[in-house]
């Protein structure tokens, strides 16, 4: 009986499997967040059956970020997601062994198949955790300077309109409202650029009169989606910074 053979036996039609180059391609019912199936690899090693993505899932989820590489904090919520599933992450690759008869293989090919689904299912929790990971970054940055702030100041605009500024800062010499600009996307870029542009003129009464409120456009640069015109667009109604730079974000809150 081959080992396809008693794949079927043991999972049923769910998972297709066919032989490519040597080794077997199983094709899961598990599917990529895009659509695309997650296919899973078995290939005999010594005594064992070798069972493998081959790289797809931690590429896949490359492939759907600007960034050049996978943080910290993103590299740790891989690693957790294969130890849930009792999973290996060896370079770049989630794998499992098998019985060389494949009286296990099912239940491999289940548990990596899951964990792939898992891995590539972050890529939702890094598009809605960037911007909160960021300001949640700066809270910090703050704290440890000793530097006095209230996060989530609502304000009202001359036009009536509320606005949610990120951080209220105070200093011995003067107070800052400051907006962290953050995105994954190029896309986006100008939409958060314009939002911003859009809040500090209408909030730009502030600027004025007994205790004024400077303004501090802070963008997160560790992602390549800014153009040199968002830049420029910010410099005429705020002070900028780069998040790269924070003992400049520090001087200009001192200032």
Known sequence: MSLCDTLKMNVGELFLCEELNGQLRIRTPYLYPDGDYIDLFVKPEG?????????????????????PRRSPKQGQMIEDACLTHGV?????????????DGSDLGEVITRLGQAALRVSDLWFTFRTRTFESVTDEVAEFLSERHILFDR???????????????????SSHRSHLVAVLSTGSRSAATRVVDHVVATWFDLNHLKVGQGSLEFISLFDDTLDVWRAEHFRLLEECSAVARWSAQDEFADLLAA
């Open 47 to 67: 005594d064992t059956l070798l069972v493998s993505d081959l790289g797809e899932t931690v590429r896949w989820l490359r492939m759907q970020s600007i960034a």
């Open 88 to 100: 290996e992450f060896y370079r770049g690759m989630l794998t499992l062994r098998a019985r060389a």
């Open 152 to 170: 989530a100041k609502r304000l009202i605009g001359r036009s009536g309109r509320s606005y949610l500024i990120d951080f209220h800062t105070w």
